[in-house]
């Protein structure tokens, strides 16, 4: 043990993939079991990465991103049974230990090869993202870096997840960002092990999904009068085609991310029904109008006659719906469509006859079983087509659809409600969890609509478990998920500044187990790994590694967003 770390030691001045002043390598998120050896694997121009069927797509993955930064071929194989495992990297599910499950794996790092063993492709492709993390951070880079060195420690890691759901949102509807950017998003979750793309296509400020039944969604949708913006007669707005999309959810697919997208049904509708006025109580068009000017100025009130919410006793929005779903489960392979269902606003049905007699006739006593009825027809709609609903906690105020998994993001009331009474759900509070809040105070930080409320600290000490559960309900906490809205975020670096390193927080208190949590270290560990967003040219923030300081870091006339937001 002593040589092993008189080894270490030294070491680790050599290999920077050590955090500062800490033996075990900077690994985020942290692994369940790690063994460190002495020695180390040095990549050379001439290591080959060999691999069975099971691989797919991730020894070529990994080849390139290997390839991007040491300019060397490393070539990708086929294993050859008789072959000695030696100057390889091997990527193989042969010999894994089932008890592993469907994303864990075991990487063992020697002089001689890095074997990845994993019971199943996911845990390939972590087994990948935890050797990246053991090589120096200058691997992330995507130019050649010289360097004379390419080493990773010897080790033997045995790692799985803690929990199955570790996402991340994006609303693109207040702010559309092109797939470049989405993608550019993706390989940021990818690297911290998060699994679980939720893209906000859809809500009052656009329309971003193109629906082939319905192509005013975006022609008319997805374009608004933007007070401030100069280009295109101050028109704003984007859409993603449906090739888009297709080629996104194969680049995820890749990175073993399923993209949940949600349709926002009956609120947050303004874009839709722009679009469609007819689907409206009142045949009234839906208002693609904005309530902040941008860079940040005080917000505006939607028009007082506006109207955000579908129409529930118009046979229309039914049909609309099922069409919408349709085209939407064509283009989503995931088990998961999300239906939106947050704040509801019910004053148009109030006055509504269809509305009224839609409720007479169910029986529906008040708003929120109306709303409840139209969330069960979405879900027998989508079970039938072998698909799950997910919605944002108000669905749980008319009575749950019998299958549906709640997002909770009122705080954790939802979660607890909907765990207690048998029902999956996926952790998202907006008091922990929204990473548009700021996290840091004073100039030069992104607008944010509270004050610094969630810092990096903050996001790692969150536990995704709330206290007081049966083991049973606990087990129906499928995991964590941050939100990124976009109200006053039009810039893609302040997304990324907003997103890092709350991310990174966030990925390891989805996958490390809890009794690993160790702030201290963590921080330590940070300081390698963010030498390795630098690398990939992410934008984060530093202030996160400080306390906070409670100061308001709003812009002076700023006042609260309208929502919990
Ligand atoms: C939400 O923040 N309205 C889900």
Redesign the pocket.
Known sequence: MKFAIVILSTLLLALPVFAAGNLAPALVPAPQKLELQAGAFQLQPQTRIVMDAAAGPTGEYLREKLHAATGYPLKAADIQPSAPVQGVILLTTSGAKATLGAEGYELTVTPAAVIIRAPQPAGLFYGVQTFLQLLPPEIYATNVVAKAAWQAPCVRIEDWPRFAWRGMMLDVSRHFQGKEFVERYLDGMAMQKLNVFHWHLVDDQGWRLEIKKYPRLTSVGAWRKQPGYTENNGIYGGFYTQDDIREVVAYAAVRHITIVPEIEIPGHSQAALAAYPELSCRGEPGYVGYFFEFPSPPLAKFPPNSCNVFCAGNPMTLQFLEDVLTETMGLFPGKYIHIGG??VGTNYWDQCPKCQALMAGEGLKNYHELQGWLTKKAEIFLNEHGRQLIG?DEILAGGLAPNATVMS?RGVAGGIAAVKAGHPAIMAP?NFLYFNRAQAAGPGQPPAPRRVSITLKSVYNYDPVPAGLTPAQENLILGAEA?M?TERLNRADWLETMTYPRLCALAEVAWSPKAARDWEQFSQRMETHLQRLAAMGVTYSRANQAEPKLADSRPAGQSEAP???
Request: charged share 20%; aromatic share 30%; with cysteine.
């Open positions: 947050d704040e944002w993001w907006n939100c809205w929502s919990g937001q």
